[in-house]
């Protein structure tokens, strides 16, 4: 039996139009006539006697059955027709997200809400032991009410089942966001996932898809280097997609951070990440100083900031401090020299006083002198003196 339009499914879903189509399956809007509402019906194209095809629809009927989450499409019903096998489910009547590419970045805000939903999704299904294995724009749909769904887990793979569905070395998922261990055929787990989600969201920013060529090349390419995160993406971003996309899957942050770090946008960038263990930062400019941002401590979470400065700096730097100690040395051990303008103000005014007295009483004084008198440099008993003699000379005088 060749399903289409106007088929009954399990005596209850009439299929109408075709939503769309894949590499094994196609997807038809229909109606459930026993409960009146209209669902998603996922025909598998090849018929199910293909062994390989027969299993991985069963592993999808069996995967979304044991997943019950608001961002991920609800399996409804299961069943086969004439060997065909088909699944209802729920119908998002809206479109996917790819179709919103092409036309340039897609808005900041609009990337962070999408990406936490498929983020919550993705770490939902990990922690039950499942793994996507593709995802990518197409596979993410965009309800009216702005819910984004993860859909087509029709290549998913369960952790815990010992049946694999891949040969050894044949990768698995659309190529242009395969994860390095995906392309070379290696076995996979939730890091792989983040990094095709990853890889959406850079493409969502940018505008422009990481890597692009023939599937060889995509393949090569994949292996060779992690993809360039623009410079003018805000640091925030920059980190979190550098994170999701590392070669090594060890080195990639689980789904649920990427969650909380895209929950986290303020309308320009993304917090910190307050369990990095250093900072993405360009290379210094040799000449110019820089500002490195480092992680927060492990133990109390605190930040510093490192001034990074060169080399020959450093040693300018370390001479003026040296001369700057020798200096400051020097002045607190320096002997105090004898001050001069404190012992002039302290020296007694008796002669001002006492010579004019002694002056009147002689006659050998005479008026042209007394100036002299009052202002002689100030030697210790000078003014004494002076009066003295003159004293003496008056003296002589009347007893003469």
Not at 25 to 43: F, I, N, P, Q, S
Not at 97 to 102: C, I, K, Q, V
Not at 304 to 322: E, T
Request: aromatic share 4%; glycine share 12%; charged share 20%.
């Amino acid at each position: 039996m060749t399903v289409g339009t106007g088929s009954l499914l399990g005596g209850r879903y009439r299929v109408g139009d075709l939503l769309g189509q894949g590499g094994m399956a196609e997807v038809y809007r229909a109606t459930d006539e026993r409960l009146g509402r209209e669902v998603a019906v996922k025909v598998l194209r090849l018929r199910a006697d293909e062994g390989s095809d027969r299993a991985r629809f069963a592993a999808e009927a069996r995967t979304l059955a044991r997943l019950d989450h608001p961002s991920i499409v609800t399996l409804l019903d299961a069943g086969l027709e004439e060997a065909q096998p088909w699944l209802a489910m729920e119908l998002v009547d809206g479109t996917h997200l790819g179709s919103r590419f092409g036309s340039g970045p897609l808005p900041a805000a609009e990337v962070a809400l999408v990406g936490q939903q498929v983020a919550e999704a993705l770490a939902y299904a990990h922690a039950t032991g499942v793994v996507h294995r593709d995802v990518k724009p197409g596979n993410i749909l965009l309800a009216p009410d702005r819910r984004a769904l993860l859909a087509d887990f029709g290549i998913a793979h369960a952790l815990d089942s010992a049946t694999r569905h891949t040969a050894v070395g044949q990768s698995v998922g659309s190529p242009a966001w395969l994860a390095p261990e995906q392309a070379a055929g290696e076995g996979v787990s939730g890091a792989s996932d983040v990094y095709s989600l990853g890889l959406v969201l850079l493409e969502a920013l940018t505008g422009e898809r990481a890597f692009t060529g023939t599937p060889t090349e995509l393949v090569h390419a994949r292996l060779a280097a992690a993809p360039v995160v623009p410079p003018s993406l805000p640091p925030g971003w920059a980190a979190l997609l550098r994170a999701m996309t590392a070669l090594a899957p060890a080195d990639r942050v689980p789904a649920e951070v990427v969650a909380v770090r895209l929950a986290g946008f303020d309308g320009v960038d993304l917090p910190p990440d307050p369990d990095a263990t250093a900072a993405f930062v360009a290379a210094p400019d040799p000449g110019e100083t820089q500002l490195l941002a480092v992680a927060p401590d492990g133990a109390t979470g605190r930040r510093s900031v490192i001034a990074a400065v060169p080399r020959g700096l450093w040693a300018v730097a370390a001479v003026l401090l040296a001369l700057l100690i020798v200096l400051v040395l020097w002045l607190a051990l320096r002997g105090d020299p004898e001050p001069v303008a404190p012992r002039h103000t302290t020296t007694p005014m008796a002669t001002p006083t006492t010579t004019p007295t002694r002056a009147s009483s002689g006659p050998g004084v005479t008026p042209s002198k007394q100036p002299a008198q009052h202002h002689a440099p100030a030697k210790k008993g000078a003014g004494k003196k002076g009066a003295g003699k003159s004293g003496g000379k008056s003296q002589g005088g009347t007893k003469k």
